[in-house]
């Protein structure tokens, strides 16, 4: 993780002056960002999380941070998910810079307040098929997000699209903030691409994820290489029963992500027909690590290939609109390091001492 050069952090490093709210966050994408803060800050000498029960592995992990578990119930946070921010002003005063991931910010906490939308379907409207609860849930979160913009002086999404999204009627800075790369930017694209396994491999089961279309290019695909297998990593229970009944496809359920990353390494094809994502950062894994992906034309597939030669196509079967490529032609420098990351939000938001600015020891 560490890049091996020092950071120079504008003011002494101290836990109780720099807040990093996770509080929500214990799967997936909000996971893997948490994880990463959480090792680098212990590294420069610790900060202050507030994390999600099922998180309090990292304390024990990373011990250089504090950690405050905040514990809520559905119905508490939402009727009022930011009472314990008081609470903790109150306990360790006013902080430099508070950073909420997904949480919005219901008033002023800090000198620098940075808000990052961690999920778009608050902000989308729902042409996407879901039920009721979530999307009244979606709706009061969505109402909140934008009502509590003005209390941020800095946002940040995951892709340029989101971004967008999330700066309507507001003039704060915003910062495209992608999740860094565990081990995608370690491979070398441009290697011989060697043998692979007759496996298609589609992650999620979200009902945005569109799956019934992903086994329509499944079964495209099967008529050229009739050993081809699907395997469906995620939760099973939203996978329709029709689908579920397909004899060439694999429910793999929820598995620990080395296995996720073990099957795409050796997977013929990578494909994902989601409708909406605020990030790539879901395709990068399938597309830097299966010999091939289809996936769907939304912004945020755009923008991890636009340095990629890449090709738009139409099959018959699948109604949305695809990219195809393959691993050789993919661009080696599009993913970043979590250090990359870090290190520009903190030089987002004036956090860092350039060797210019460094008074002499």
Same mark, same amino acid.
């Given at each position: 993780?560490?890049?091996?050069? @020092? ?14 709210? !996770?509080? @929500? ?24 999380? !507030?994390? /999600?029960?099922?998180?309090? $592995? ?34 360790? $005063?006013?902080?430099? !810079?508070?950073? *909420? ?24 409207? /729902? ?19 934008? *009502? ?26 915003? #910062?495209?903030? #992608? ?24 992650? $999620? ?13 499944? +079964?495209?695909? /099967? ?7 699907? !395997?469906?990593?995620? +939760? ?23 296995? #996720? ?39 945020? /597939? ?5 340095? @990629? ?51 002499? *020891?």
């Amino acid at each position: 993780m560490s890049s091996g050069v @020092s950071i120079y952090v504008s003011q002494t490093v101290q836990f109780q002056k720099y807040w990093f709210n !996770f509080s @929500s966050s214990y799967t997936s994408g909000g996971l893997k960002r948490l994880r990463a803060y959480a090792q680098w800050f212990h590294q420069q000498g610790g900060v202050l999380f !507030f994390i /999600h029960p099922q998180c309090r $592995g990292l304390i024990e992990e990373f011990p250089r941070n504090r950690y405050e578990i905040i514990e809520q119930s559905k119905w508490q946070r939402l009727v009022n998910d930011g009472a314990y921010i008081q609470t903790m002003q109150f306990r360790y $005063g006013k902080p430099i !810079f508070y950073y *909420a991931y997904g949480i919005p910010i219901y008033h002023s906490v800090a000198e620098i307040n940075w808000f990052h939308l961690s999920n778009i379907l608050p902000l989308y409207p /729902h042409s996407w098929t879901s039920s009721w609860k979530d999307i009244l849930r979606h709706q009061i979160l969505g109402q909140r997000i934008r *009502a509590c913009a003005a209390h941020a002086d800095i946002l940040s999404a995951e892709s340029a699209f989101s971004l967008a999204l999330l700066q309507q009627q507001s003039n704060k800075l915003g #910062v495209v903030s #992608v999740n860094g790369s565990d081990y995608e930017g370690q491979l070398n694209t441009h290697d011989a691409l060697g043998t692979s396994d007759p496996v298609a491999v589609v992650v $999620g089961t979200m009902r945005y994820k569109a799956l019934d279309q992903s086994v329509a290019l499944f +079964d495209y695909l /099967h008529e050229q290489d009739n050993a081809l297998e699907l !395997f469906i990593f995620g +939760d099973p229970r939203p996978i329709p029963r029709k689908l579920r009944a397909h004899r060439r496809l694999h429910l793999q359920g929820v598995v620990p992500q080395n296995e #996720v990353v073990k099957q795409l390494s050796r997977a013929r094809f990578y494909i994902s027909t989601t409708t909406i994502e605020n990030s790539y950062n879901a395709a990068a894994e399938g597309v830097y690590l299966a010999k091939a992906a289809y996936i769907s034309d939304i912004p945020p /597939h755009r923008e991890l290939l636009h340095n @990629s030669e890449y090709s738009m196509v139409k099959i018959p079967t699948v109604k949305m609109p695809l990219l195809h490529v393959s691993k050789d032609q993919l661009a080696p420098d599009t993913l970043k390091s979590w250090d990359q990351v870090i290190i520009e939000m903190l030089d987002a938001a004036g956090l860092l001492l350039h060797p210019k600015q460094r008074s002499p *020891a």
